[in-house]
């Protein structure tokens, strides 16, 4: 997120800043330790001025503070910290003045409308549906009617809609979660990569204590959230690329279709690797796409399933696998 510099930044703005970062942010604990008041000083007005960006959403001012608290401060990633950095951007977007305002266009997706409108959107035209071999969960799910293309349109960031498809991947970690329940149950669980939802919403309903959906993409968080209310379930969607931080305070990482481009599989490798090393457990779930570590890999089951992109009715073999240690091989 580019930091632009305002020289004539109003002060009441910097204090506003100011005070979010110590009250509500506050990753290191220090809000209650006078002396400690300009530990935060030096982020405000990089703070300020990605928070000025028409198209600054609370979920990328967000993950702007989460990636400040980890990569500058060194503060391991955490489901609590992710709390923090959400609660602080929501304060944050939410107490814009009017000369801030006056620069965020009628189309900022994070406004209250524009949320509002996508959910809205969602709703309308991509109908909740049982999915294939997973009846117990239903989906929002885009067909040939749903005009995704008015979102992009709408929205020049608009990217793939992956969140509103089934992927083979998903579709057979999903299953495996709700047949073996002992696998999540109980556990703290993280869907890295999550989409639509799917996997967080199999392991939510097999009883793991809490789960976390985390993407990159900003319409998935409200897929998600409509995704997770359709099936009565507790998810809480964050929007971060966590493969670049520390491994988050979780028992079990979930991964759905994940290893489909070369460079995000290493990378996704290299981040469950760090993950194992914290003795979390990692649960993939694959049709058997090119850039999976499959040398890594010990298979748990098989299933087949209708990919995207391939005609109803047409299954592809896909497994779930859990990662292995280095040393194991
Ligand atoms: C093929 S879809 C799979 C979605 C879901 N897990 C499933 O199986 O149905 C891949 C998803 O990963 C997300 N993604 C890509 N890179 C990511 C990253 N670095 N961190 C988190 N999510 C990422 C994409 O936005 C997309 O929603």
Known sequence: MPAMHDRNQPKDDLNQVRIILLR??????????????DEYDSYVED???????????????????LQIATDDMALPNSPALIERCTQAAKRLTGTRTG?????????????????????????????VLPVPNIPEIRLHKAGPQSGLRRLAKRDPQFGSPYWAHYWGGGLVL????????????????????????IVSIAAAKSGAAEVWAADVDP????????????????V???????????????????????????????????????????????LIGDPWRAHLPTARLRLLAEYAVT?????????????????EHKSHR
């Open 174 to 197: 999903a299953r495996y979660l709700l047949d073996r329940p002992e696998s999540v149950v109980g556990r703290r669980v993280l869907d890295l990569g999550a989409g639509s939802g």
């Open 236 to 282: 809480q969607p964050i929007l971060a690329d966590l493969t670049k931080g520390e491994p988050p305070d979780v028992d079990v990482i979930c991964v759905g279709d994940l290893f489909y481009e070369a460079a995000l599989a290493k990378r996704v490798t290299a981040f469950l690797d760090r993950c194992l090393g914290q003795g979390i457990a990692v």
């Open 307 to 323: 990919d995207f992109g391939e005609d109803i009715g047409s299954m592809r073999r896909s497994g779930v696998f859990t990662l």
């Open 24 to 37: 509500v942010w506050d990753p290191i604990g220090i809000g209650d330790v006078p002396e400690a008041q």
């Open 47 to 65: 703070i300020l001025a990605a928070l000025s960006q028409a198209k600054a959403t609370a979920d990328m001012i967000a993950a702007h503070l």
């Open 219 to 234: 319409y998935a968080m409200v897929a998600i959230e409509l995704n997770a209310a359709a099936n009565n379930v507790s």
């Open 99 to 127: 000369r801030m305002q006056s620069r965020i266009s009628d189309r900022d997706p994070d406004s209250a409308d524009d949320h509002d409108w996508i959910r809205r959107f969602i709703a309308a035209n991509l109908p």
